[in-house]
């Protein structure tokens, strides 16, 4: 492992900021990036990244990393000064008042001209020319605020990874994540691991997150040259949001860490402690059903015929785009049995948004995780002075996965979130 300083601008006289980034394995083909706490007051991801640190460390010295590790447990040093009167306000910047996960830049359009007349035949060749680009733009480029260089300089280092992982967390929530619909099946085994009861995708979600802004170039630059050239698949963004703000437990952080590194193992990041390699049959981990396992060692599944057991239930799923991946990627496999999946994949544009349009006090009537019917009611908000109760009903219906931490309610605040199954929002689609 070795460590790297990016000094950020100095937003004062007396103060200079810095990212800390760790790296380990070499700087192969396939990179891995990870971060936490890009909205500063979200901690649960900063302690998932301390153990995730312990076990990587682990892992370089066994020699079972497959890919080069990025990793940044502190993505917002920014945000770690901003306390109010003992609150910490971490979500946005008290000078701009910008989100600290919005607005990060689109780079495609920018590198689709540089390198229209470099790209090759080979792929690989193409990967590594659009690595040093994105590398040269963010090196070159000159920040003009602080918040600006911290955008930057996460956006170099994130932008040229395959696999780019945000640790987040909710106000109050059950485990869930957010990705996009061409990296699902890639993101999958990260489900499964981690538990996470709700998956949420959207190709564009709006405001220019970072996870949306790191794949940008990638799919750009494919959409525009992939009729011409053989273009890499690119990065394959993830956010996940690990319960809630509270939620910050040494045992339960050293549990995610264990899950991720499950899922890399499965994916082919890490290698397995054994040659054994677990065979997941594609069609229940689509569905969410119970997994039926075929094990087998590397050679066999390598050459695994089309009438055998594995390759026929694959054969079977309804969605052939992501029967290449899921079967590519248990070649690699992990020896570890892994979990089902909780729930389906959903989409962002079926979350349901349940705002109060009162003030008052807030008493919930279903848990998390409660799968809510249309019309039903999930809290009420109380006026204590004249007994008035207003009753917050759902209009669609799903789980429901989020809820604001706060039980005092002012008017038109968002109290809680519902996952459902069809798309009922258009636009904005982020909190």
């Given at each position: 492992m070795h460590q790297q300083h990016h000094p950020l601008i100095s937003a004062s006289l007396g103060t200079q900021r810095e990212i800390v980034s760790f790296h380990f394995g070499e700087e192969k083909y396939k990179q891995v990036y990870i971060q936490a706490s890009l909205h500063g007051d979200?901690?649960?991801?900063?302690?998932?990244?301390?153990?995730?640190?312990?076990?990587?460390?682990?892992?370089?010295?066994?020699?079972?990393?497959?890919?080069g590790f990025t990793l940044v447990p502190v993505a917002n040093p920014l945000a770690l000064s901003q306390h109010w009167h003992g609150t910490h306000l971490g979500r946005f910047h008290s000078e701009s008042g910008q989100d600290f996960n919005r607005r990060f830049p689109a780079l495609g359009e920018k590198l689709a001209a540089e390198l229209a007349s470099s790209l090759t035949p080979n792929e690989g060749d193409n990967k590594r020319l659009i690595r040093d680009a994105i590398d040269r733009h963010y090196r070159d480029v000159i920040a003009k605020t602080e918040l600006e260089a911290q955008r930057f300089t996460l956006m170099r280092m994130a932008s040229q990874a395959d696999l780019m992982i945000d640790l987040h967390?909710?106000?109050?929530?059950?485990?869930?994540?957010?990705?996009?619909?061409?990296?699902?099946?890639?993101?999958?085994?990260l489900a499964r691991w981690l538990g996470s009861e709700v998956q949420l995708l959207a190709q564009i979600s709006g405001g220019e997150p970072f996870d949306e802004a790191c794949c940008e170039p990638w799919l750009t630059l494919a959409e525009r040259f992939g009729d011409k050239y053989p273009m890499p698949r690119g990065l394959l963004p993830v956010t996940l949001e690990l319960r809630g703000l509270r939620d910050v437990d040494?045992?339960?952080?050293?549990?995610d860490a264990d899950a991720i590194i499950s899922a890399l193992r499965e994916s082919g990041y890490i290698a397995?402690?054994?040659?054994?390699?677990?065979?997941?049959?594609?069609?229940?981990?689509?569905?969410?059903?119970?997994?039926?396992?075929?094990?087998?060692?590397?050679?066999?599944?390598?050459?695994?015929?089309?009438?055998?057991?594995?390759?026929?239930?694959?054969?079977?799923v309804d969605m052939p785009e992501e029967m290449s991946v899921i079967k590519q990627r248990h070649t690699e496999g992990a020896g570890a049995v892994s979990p089902a999946l909780k729930h389906p994949a959903t989409p962002l544009a079926g979350c349901e948004?349940?705002?109060?349009?009162?003030?008052?006090?807030?008493?919930?009537?279903?848990?998390?995780?409660?799968?809510?019917?249309?019309?039903e009611v999930v809290a009420e908000v109380v006026d204590p002075?004249?007994?008035?109760?207003?009753?917050?009903?759902?209009?669609?219906?799903?789980?429901?996965?989020?809820?604001?931490?706060?039980?005092?309610?002012?008017?038109?605040?968002?109290?809680?979130?519902?996952?459902?199954?069809?798309?009922?929002?258009?636009?904005?689609?982020?909190?």
């Open positions: 979200e901690i649960p991801g900063m302690a998932v990244a301390w153990f995730l640190k312990q076990k990587l460390m682990a892992l370089e010295s066994a020699g079972r990393l497959r890919a967390c909710d106000w109050e929530a059950l485990p869930h994540l957010y990705t996009t619909p061409h990296a699902w099946p890639d993101i999958e085994p040494p045992d339960q952080a050293e549990q397995a402690e054994n040659p054994s390699v677990s065979v997941e049959v594609a069609a229940p981990v689509i569905g969410g059903d119970e997994l039926a396992l075929v094990t087998a060692n590397a050679e066999d599944i390598a050459g695994m015929a089309e009438s055998s057991a594995a390759a026929s239930a694959l054969e079977a948004y349940i705002h109060s349009p009162v003030s008052g006090l807030i008493l919930h009537r279903k848990k998390l995780g409660a799968h809510i019917r249309p019309g002075v004249t007994d008035f109760v207003t009753p917050l009903v759902a209009e669609y219906g799903g789980v429901l996965y989020a809820r604001h931490w706060a039980k005092f309610a002012t008017a038109g605040m968002l109290v809680i979130r519902l996952a459902g199954e069809d798309e009922v929002r258009s636009g904005e689609l982020l909190v």
